[in-house]
C-alpha cells in the first residue's frame, strides 16, 4: 500500500494490542493476500469475518453473521442487494462478472464479493484446497457446509480511490473461469460443430457457383478456409494456453504468500 496503511496498524497496534497486524513482503494480489489473512486468523479464532478496508460493506451486519453462525451455519455471506453509491460502470460490470460466471458453470454466491464469516472448521477446510490460482469466490462454496446469507447494502468509500479497475476485474474474472470450468473447451467442441456446418453450406454455394458459371476459380474456397479454420485454430490455442499456463503455475509450487512481519 502507498497510504502509509501499516504505519497506522503499527500505531493502532501499539495503542491496543488486541489489534493484529500481517506485512506481506510484497504486493501478491487480492485474493492471495486475503488468504494469507484468512490462514493465519485461523489459528486463533473461533470465527473469522473478512471485509474490505474502504468499509463500503455494511458492517451492521456482521452481529446478523454472528447470529446465524450460532444457528449453526459454519459459513455467511454477505450479499450485495443495494449498489447505488458504486459508479454506474461499476454496477454493470459486476453483473456481467457473476452472469458470465454462472453461465460457465462456475459455482458462486451471485453479487457475493469477499464480505463473509467463516467458523475455524470452514477455514481448516479451506487450507486443504492447494491450488496456486487462488479464487476464494469460487473455492469457498466447495466446502460444502452449512451456509448462509445476509443482506449487504454497500455504501460510500470511507476514504481514497478503487484500485481495483476493470483490467483486474477480467482477470478475476478469467481466473475463476478457467479455474472451475471446463465449458470453455466444450464450447470449441460445438464451436468446431459449426463452423463444420458453415463450411457443407460454404462447399453447396461453390457447387451452385460452378454449375451457375458464376464462380471465380478457387477465390471462394481457398479465403474462405484460411478465414474460418485460421479463427478456429487461433480460438483453439488460446484456450488451450490458458489451462496449460494454470498447469505451470501449478506445477512451480511456490508459496502463496511470503510474511515479512508480524505484528502480535
Same mark, same amino acid.
Given at each position: 500500500?502507498?497510504?502509509?496503511?501499516?504505519?497506522?496498524?503499527?500505531?493502532?497496534?501499539?495503542?491496543?494490542?488486541?489489534?493484529?497486524?500481517?506485512?506481506?513482503?510484497?504486493?501478491v494480489g487480492h485474493q492471495n493476500?486475503?488468504?494469507?489473512?484468512?490462514?493465519?486468523?485461523?489459528?486463533?479464532?473461533?470465527?473469522?469475518?473478512?471485509?474490505?478496508?474502504d468499509l463500503q460493506d455494511d458492517?451492521?451486519?456482521?452481529?446478523?453473521?454472528?447470529?446465524?453462525?450460532?444457528?449453526?451455519?459454519?459459513?455467511?455471506?454477505?450479499?450485495?442487494?443495494?449498489?447505488?453509491?458504486?459508479?454506474?460502470?461499476?454496477?454493470?460490470?459486476?453483473?456481467?462478472?457473476?452472469?458470465?460466471?454462472?453461465?460457465?458453470?462456475?459455482?458462486?454466491?451471485?453479487?457475493?464479493?469477499?464480505?463473509? %464469516?467463516? /467458523?475455524?472448521?470452514?477455514?481448516?477446510?479451506?487450507? @486443504?484446497?492447494?491450488?496456486?490460482? =487462488?479464487?476464494? *469466490?469460487? &473455492?469457498?462454496?466447495?466446502?460444502?457446509?452449512?451456509?448462509?446469507?445476509?443482506?449487504?447494502?454497500?455504501?460510500?468509500?470511507?476514504?481514497?480511490?478503487?484500485?481495483?479497475?476493470?483490467?483486474?476485474?477480467?482477470?478475476?474474472?478469467?481466473?475463476?473461469?478457467?479455474?472451475?470450468?471446463?465449458?470453455?473447451?466444450?464450447?470449441?467442441?460445438?464451436?468446431?460443430?459449426?463452423?463444420?456446418?458453415?463450411?457443407?453450406?460454404?462447399?453447396?454455394?461453390?457447387?451452385?457457383?460452378?454449375?451457375?458459371?458464376?464462380?471465380?476459380?478457387?477465390?471462394?474456397?481457398?479465403?474462405?478456409?484460411?478465414?474460418?479454420?485460421?479463427?478456429?485454430? %487461433?480460438? /483453439?490455442?488460446?484456450?488451450?494456453?490458458?489451462?496449460? @499456463?494454470?498447469?505451470?503455475?501449478? =506445477?512451480?509450487? *511456490?508459496? &502463496?504468500?511470503?510474511?515479512?512481519?508480524?505484528?502480535?
Amino acid at each position: 500500500s502507498r497510504d502509509s496503511t501499516w504505519q497506522i496498524i503499527e500505531r493502532l497496534h501499539a495503542a491496543d494490542n488486541r489489534i493484529k497486524g500481517l506485512n506481506l513482503a510484497r504486493n501478491v494480489g487480492h485474493q492471495n493476500a486475503l488468504m494469507a489473512g484468512l490462514m493465519s486468523a485461523r489459528r486463533r479464532a473461533d470465527i473469522v469475518v473478512s471485509v474490505d478496508a474502504d468499509l463500503q460493506d455494511d458492517l451492521d451486519a456482521i452481529p446478523r453473521m454472528i447470529k446465524l453462525f450460532k444457528e449453526g451455519n459454519d459459513i455467511v455471506y454477505g450479499v450485495k442487494v443495494k449498489r447505488d453509491a458504486d459508479p454506474l460502470m461499476k454496477r454493470l460490470s459486476a453483473v456481467t462478472f457473476y452472469k458470465l460466471q454462472s453461465g460457465m458453470g462456475v459455482e458462486c454466491i451471485y453479487n457475493h464479493a469477499d464480505f463473509r %464469516l467463516m /467458523s475455524r472448521r470452514a477455514l481448516d477446510m479451506l487450507a @486443504g484446497y492447494g491450488e496456486r490460482n =487462488v479464487y476464494l *469466490r469460487g &473455492l469457498i462454496p466447495l466446502i460444502g457446509l452449512q451456509s448462509a446469507t445476509v443482506d449487504d447494502v454497500i455504501s460510500e468509500r470511507e476514504a481514497g480511490s478503487s484500485k481495483y479497475t476493470l483490467g483486474k476485474m477480467l482477470g478475476l474474472a478469467l481466473d475463476g473461469i478457467t479455474s472451475f470450468s471446463v465449458k470453455p473447451i466444450y464450447g470449441i467442441v460445438w464451436l468446431g460443430v459449426v463452423f463444420i456446418i458453415i463450411s457443407m453450406l460454404i462447399g453447396i454455394y461453390v457447387l451452385h457457383a460452378l454449375i451457375t458459371g458464376t464462380a471465380v476459380p478457387g477465390w471462394s474456397s481457398l479465403i474462405l478456409s484460411i478465414w474460418f479454420v485460421g479463427g478456429i485454430v %487461433l480460438i /483453439s490455442i488460446g484456450v488451450i494456453g490458458v489451462y496449460i @499456463g494454470k498447469i505451470y503455475k501449478e =506445477v512451480k509450487n *511456490r508459496p &502463496l504468500y511470503n510474511i515479512k512481519e508480524t505484528l502480535d
